[in-house]
């Protein structure tokens, strides 16, 4: 009974450098989230995907590319990283925000670019 | 931004006070839910709220909406140390928006 497992959990990269964050939901979720979280802004929307083979902007998508592989998972792929991309990453999925359910979280990705 | 934002930022309460917190939005919504993160962890959800409810209690919580002002604040009563974390509302219309955060230490 995983839930949403993100990998990695630590990264360090250096500034130019690729990387892509996976996440995975095991409950049968139509829709995921890609959000960060930094000191004193809360979490905000980079991607989401409402459904399987679709994905929309949210608030803060400039430097992120995603792709919703199939149902279960949703990646986040950073092309060329710089500092002001570290932050803590975090993978959600729920039913559909239009159903009214909750929302289920990663553990978070601590992701450092120098 | 769409996100809600939580007042106050920050709020420090002894053992068994209560605490409230307070959240505004700025989009119709089909719902609010509140959320718990502990330090260094993901978020939990806590409880939902329909947007034609007015009140909604679950054991110490109790949350409440007003539309027509577009605000939603989280009672927790008699707080326990175990309490201590960072709480989040979220909006849910088309997308599912988080504010801004109230970080909440309770003193044993």
């Known amino acids: 009974n995983a839930g949403v497992t993100q990998t990695p959990k630590f990264q360090v990269l250096k500034t130019g450098q690729s990387m892509t964050l996976q996440c995975a939901q095991d409950?049968?979720?139509?829709?995921m989230y890609w959000y960060r979280q930094d000191p004193g802004m809360g979490l905000r929307l980079i991607y989401y995907?409402?459904?399987?083979?679709?994905?929309d902007k949210g608030e803060v998508p400039n430097g992120y590319n995603v792709s919703r592989l199939n149902k279960r998972e949703f990646s986040l792929r950073l092309e060329s990283a710089a500092p002001s991309q570290t932050s803590v990453y975090f993978c959600?999925?729920?039913?559909?925000?239009?159903?009214?359910?909750?929302?289920?979280f990663g553990q978070g990705t601590r992701l450092t670019v120098v | 931004s769409q996100q809600g934002e939580e007042d106050p930022q920050a709020l420090s309460i002894q053992e068994g006070e209560n605490a409230t917190m307070n959240c505004s939005y700025k989009?119709?919504?089909?719902?609010l839910q509140w959320y718990r993160q502990n330090s260094g962890r993901g978020l939990v959800h806590l409880i939902l709220?329909?947007?034609?409810?007015r009140e909604k209690h679950s054991g110490r919580l109790r949350v409440t909406l007003d539309t027509s002002k577009k605000s939603s604040s989280l009672l927790i009563t008699a707080s326990r140390a175990a309490d201590t974390a960072s709480y989040f509302c979220?909006?849910?219309?088309?997308?599912?928006?988080f504010g801004t955060g109230t970080s909440l230490t309770v003193i044993p």
């Open positions: 409950m049968n979720h139509n829709s």
């Open positions: 989009t119709s919504i089909n719902n």
């Open positions: 959600a999925s729920t039913t559909g925000p239009l159903r009214g359910t909750e929302a289920f």
């Open positions: 995907s409402a459904s399987e083979g679709t994905t």
């Open positions: 709220i329909r947007s034609n409810e």
């Open positions: 979220a909006t849910t219309g088309n997308q599912f928006y």
